[in-house]
């Protein structure tokens, strides 16, 4: 199909929706939903499942404990603590933005939708656009990263019951590769599932939290295996010999918690597939920010004290594998660990692919994609963005190949993820605040008076000042081995983006225009 064609269709396809949407009106349906779009999903997802998302994208707990190779270096277990809680006290006040847009206008656009509104109509067209691609990238790269710790988990689990196995890149590529079109190929053909899905994700995200905590605090001091780890290594002990002074190893190690922590923004994606979105939302996004502050705080707590041999995480090519051992003294402890993590991280991709399919989908539906009528189209059959989420799995395939069990490119997806987030956050939140909080029409959640004008400010200040901070090199002196891609990458994909804006999106892109739950002249959905 050519694009032309494509471009024809999806033209076509906004005409009908109009059309299908006046008829409505006149039988005194309810079609259109806070986006501005014929409601096309089916709202599957109640307070519950949508908080499962929260929780399961979110996975603060495995998540940290999977990427802590990017924080160990940096001031040892008191910086892993102390940046993560620093941090996520920065990233209430984005949740805070976020579930106030979120309340206002509860669509799966999201930050997008957010970004085309605030800033006003002079500015909001090219913002907005940005704002989306920002956002659909950083789901990528996110996607990306946590798929490989999930295929560094497996290659883990198996090399550490086979000693004479040595793990190689190619191990870990082809693992990553399964996973990823195993993920895709559950959200695409089980889609009516997935409510469910994520309910059992709560369980089983708490459980093992709970059952990890547990062993890694009990087992140590017993049959002989070392004891627990002092309190003053944990909280006092800083180390941290990279080349940079101690305040600012500090502010750098942050992008670790950012990295658990950062995507307050999930259920967003799936406003238009729940009752009372505006309700609803903001409630998902509170319950993911406090289960996972207090999940990944207590769960840094016991693996730091579970440390008996320091310098042994240096040696290792997955630290968390390597407390784990030290931890329960054995190969099969370890192991039965790593499975909760396994686990975890399984859902959190399949959760991942539903809000990256949902998050190109809606990009689409308003023109900013290539092939709009291609990856703006539900697949009536899958109740389901089915193309859009293909496209994904193939973006994050093509990651997966330049990724190649590199902890470099590892690192630079997770500070990627990070500083794409906070250029779309900003994208909603600054326009908003030097607006004067006065462009969008707010829904139930909202902080009134100076608190709102404090919150957001705040929120700015940290997304502007750590984005700059994150792509400071890992270590001094450095070289390209060891160099921080991040500034790279985020430029190059930035670039790609500013191409397609002038060389075909400005020219007939609109974007969102609607700027608060109802849709003037239409009736939308609050039940």
């Not at 906004?14 to 349906?29: C, Q, V």
Request: proline share 5%; hydrophobic share 50%.
């Amino acid at each position: 199909m050519s694009e032309t064609t494509s471009k024809a269709d999806f033209t076509a396809k906004r005409d009908d929706d109009i059309h299908d949407a006046a008829k409505s009106i006149t039988n005194n349906e309810v079609p259109i939903n806070a986006s501005g779009h014929v409601q096309e999903l089916p709202q599957n997802f109640n307070l519950l499942s949508l908080a499962g998302v929260g929780l399961v994208v979110g996975n603060v707990w495995p998540a940290i404990g999977g990427s802590i190779l990017v924080a160990i270096f940096n001031g040892g277990p008191p910086g892993v603590l102390y940046e993560f809680i620093v941090v996520s006290m920065f990233y209430w006040t984005v949740a805070a933005s976020v579930a106030e847009l979120a309340s206002a206008i509860p669509s799966s656009a999201g930050v997008y939708h957010w970004a085309s509104v605030t800033p006003g109509p002079k500015w909001g067209r090219v913002i907005g656009f940005f704002a989306g691609w920002w956002n659909y990238l950083a789901w990528c790269l996110g996607c990306a990263s946590m798929s490989s710790i999930l295929a560094n988990t497996l290659v883990q689990m198996y090399a550490l019951n086979h000693p004479g196995f040595v793990a190689e890149s190619w191990h870990v590529f082809i693992t990553y590769i399964i996973t990823t079109w195993l993920s895709c190929a559950a959200v695409c053909l089980w889609n009516s599932a997935m409510p469910g899905l994520n309910k059992f994700g709560v369980f089983i995200i708490l459980a093992g939290f709970i059952i990890t905590v547990i062993t890694v605090t009990v087992m140590p001091g017993r049959g002989g295996r070392p004891p627990l780890a002092s309190s003053a290594f944990v909280w006092k002990d800083w180390t941290a010999d990279i080349g940079y002074p101690d305040g600012f190893v500090f502010v750098a190690g942050m992008l670790n918690g950012a990295y658990s922590v950062g995507s307050v923004h999930a259920t967003t994606q799936l406003a238009e597939e729940i009752p009372n979105p505006s309700r609803n939302v903001p409630i998902a996004i509170l319950f993911q920010v406090v289960t996972g502050f207090v999940t990944g705080l207590c769960y840094l707590v016991a693996i730091m004290y579970a440390i008996n041999d320091y310098d042994a995480l240096f040696e290792s090519a997955y630290p968390i594998a390597e407390i784990y051992r030290q931890a329960t003294g054995s190969a099969a402890g370890a192991t039965g660990l790593l499975s909760l993590v396994m686990i975890c991280i399984a859902l959190t991709v399949v959760g991942l692919y539903i809000t990256c399919g949902r998050t190109l989908w809606a990009l689409a539906r308003d023109g900013a994609t290539p092939f709009p009528g291609v990856l703006g189209h539900v697949q009536e059959s899958l109740d389901m963005p089915l193309w859009s989420t293909i496209v994904t799995a193939v973006l994050v395939s093509v990651l997966g190949a330049i990724y190649v069990g590199s902890t470099t490119a590892f690192n630079a997806f997770v500070g990627t993820f990070i500083l794409l987030c906070s250029c779309s956050f900003l994208a909603c939140i600054l326009p908003n605040l030097l607006s004067g909080r006065k462009n969008i029409a707010y829904g139930p959640f909202r902080m009134h008076g100076i608190w709102g004008f404090i919150i957001n400010g705040i929120a700015c200040a940290y997304l502007l000042i750590w984005s700059v901070i994150y792509c400071f090199p890992y270590a001094l002196p450095t070289s390209a081995a060891s160099m921080n891609y991040t500034c790279v990458i985020w430029g190059g994909l930035t670039f790609l983006v500013s191409l397609w804006w002038f060389g075909s999106a400005r020219k007939g892109y609109q974007g969102p225009t609607t700027t608060g739950s109802v849709v003037p002249g239409m009736v939308i959905d609050a039940a």
